[in-house]
């Protein structure tokens, strides 16, 4: 909103109310200070669904990087940091405050990205890297044109029931080799690539309740994109560390609504909820957030 019509509202001036949301969002604690002090690991599921939206900061020629995880089975988010490049030393820096605020890591499931393989296995070597199908899948489809062209449609249909379908790394082989193609370096090199990746892409058949897909924190970036949108850019790398914070925050303390299926019973709740140590300690006084006699089951 913006604080000239904030301000209509409160009779007061754009500038009071710009001066009085920097105070607010200035006075709030680091996210992960909240996960480190208020969360228990145990309430954790370790299975981190990570990715990052992009944001204008002024001083920087290009967007940089937001990156943040929410846990899959609670919904609830440990940790977000801004970075000015998304590159290896941003991963491990996102990883080592990770390890820091006492984040029990399973699994990350994410997209392709360079540098954050390496960079987990140096801070969680026994945590798994699941890449999201959803994504994989459609970056084949584009380089094969599957939409508009006929030519590799039944490859990749055969290569996609092989990404539903098979139980086992061997009968992922053994599917693998079936649907070989002679004499085309384009398939030849998209199966070499299935081949090098399969423990990333298939991690999840090994971590139990592991998902093969990032959507959960898509509908969370398309939140978040629409609140950026409105704001266009950021004055400093502060600013938009202190309100992308802020955003977090609010995130984690506003009841979930729109839970489907098996997340059914976390409408009605904030994620802050699943994951703290004592329901004592929720705050009071926090508009349409009521404590519960007790947290779901997970």
């Not at 392709?112 to 140096?122: E, I, S, V």
């Not at 398309?222 to 977090?248: E, V, Y």
Request: hydrophobic share 40%; glycine share 6%.
């Amino acid at each position: 909103m913006p604080f000239r019509k904030l301000g209509d509202e409160h009779n007061l001036s754009g500038k009071q109310v710009f001066l009085k949301v920097r105070e607010e969002i200035g006075s709030l604690p680091e996210n992960s200070h909240l996960t480190r002090t208020l969360c228990s690991p145990l309430r954790f599921s370790g299975l981190l669904v990570m990715d990052g939206k992009y944001v204008a900061v002024k001083g920087y020629e290009q967007k940089i990087p937001f990156l943040y995880g929410i846990d899959y089975l609670t919904h609830d988010i440990p940790l977000g940091a801004l970075f000015p490049a998304e590159d290896e030393m941003a991963f491990a820096s996102f990883l080592s405050r990770l390890k820091e605020v006492g984040y029990p890591l399973r699994a990350v499931i994410a997209d392709d990205r360079q540098g954050l393989k390496p960079a987990l296995n140096k801070a969680f070597p026994k945590a798994r890297l699941q890449l999201c199908h959803v994504h994989y899948l459609e970056n084949m489809r584009r380089l094969l044109s599957v939409r508009t062209e006929e030519k590799y449609q039944e490859f990749f249909y055969a290569l996609r029931r092989i990404f539903r379908k098979a139980r086992s790394e061997e009968q992922i082989f053994q599917e693998l080799r079936f649907i070989q193609t002679r004499n085309n370096t384009l398939l030849l090199n998209i199966l070499a690539d299935v081949r090098n990746r399969v423990t990333s892409l298939f991690a999840f058949r090994q971590v139990q309740d592991c998902p093969n897909s990032t959507n959960l924190i898509e509908s969370y970036n398309s939140h978040l994109h629409g609140r950026l949108k409105t704001i266009k850019g950021f004055q400093s790398f502060g600013s938009a560390k202190g309100w992308l914070n802020a955003w977090l925050i609010r995130r984690r303390v506003k009841p979930l609504t729109d839970c489907r299926g098996k997340f059914r019973c976390l409408n009605g709740f904030a994620s802050l909820q699943m994951t703290i140590k004592d329901l004592k300690l929720w705050p009071t006084g926090i508009p349409g957030v009521k404590p519960p006699q007790n947290q779901p089951e997970r």
